[in-house]
Each structure stands twice: as C-alpha cells, then as structure tokens.
C-alpha cells in the first residue's frame, strides 16, 4: 500500500501560479494529477512516468501546467501558471502500479487526500 501525501493549493487571483507537492511513501510507476470541481466529474490534469519522466497533460492545462518529479524524494509536483478560475477546483495527487489512463480516475490505485485550488476572476 502506498500512501500519497498532497499539499500546496490555495487561493489566489487569475493570472497567479501555484505548485502542488505529492509526497509518496512507496515507488510506482506512473504519478499524476486528477482535479473535481463541485458537480462535475473527476478528470485527469497531468501525469508523469517514474522511470522515463514522459509527461502527459489534459488540452485545458497544456502550455500552462507542467508536471515534474524528484525521484531521490518521491515527490511529484504541479506546476499551475496562467491560472484561471475554471481550473478552480479539489486537485487529487493520484498514483499507478503500471501504466494507466491519464485521463480515467478508475484506472487509479492509490489516492492522495486532495488539496483545494481556487482562482478568483
């Protein structure tokens, strides 16, 4: 079992940037990010290959997020730039045994706790 710590949200002006932080207790193949907003379903944000660092963004985030890892800390994290306050949302730090859709929560296997953005116009 692995456990998936995720911080750094907040709130902040249009325009602004955040960088969410995913700490995990054990190794796995692929890490990402997934957000919900209220009434909507999850989707996937981004996600990142342990080994190979190959990334993989949603198109609403492309060219503004960027996804990174430091592998000797187990960490991932979330670069958010040009926020907007459609990107307002729960960000969850998600985590994959072995490849995975990106985009599919139920291909998930283990979850962080979530972290709250909101971006104010």
């Known amino acids: 079992q692995v456990q998936l710590v995720d911080s750094g949200g907040g709130s902040v002006e249009a325009g602004g940037s955040l960088r969410l932080s995913c700490v995990a207790s054990?190794?796995?193949?692929?890490r990402g990010w997934f957000r919900q907003a209220p009434g909507k379903e999850r989707e996937g944000v981004a996600a990142?290959?342990?080994?190979?660092?190959?990334?993989s963004y949603a198109d609403s985030v492309k060219g503004r997020f960027t996804i990174s890892q430091d592998n000797f800390k187990n960490t991932v994290y979330l670069q958010m730039n040009s926020l907007k306050p459609e990107d307002t949302a729960m960000y969850y730090c998600?985590?994959?045994?072995?490849?995975?859709?990106?985009?599919?929560?139920?291909?998930?296997?283990?979850w962080g706790q979530g972290t709250q953005v909101t971006v104010s116009s």
């Open positions: 990142i290959y342990a080994y190979a660092g190959v990334t």
């Open positions: 054990g190794v796995t193949s692929r």
């Open positions: 998600a985590a994959w045994k072995s490849g995975g859709d990106f985009r599919s929560p139920g291909t998930v296997n283990y």
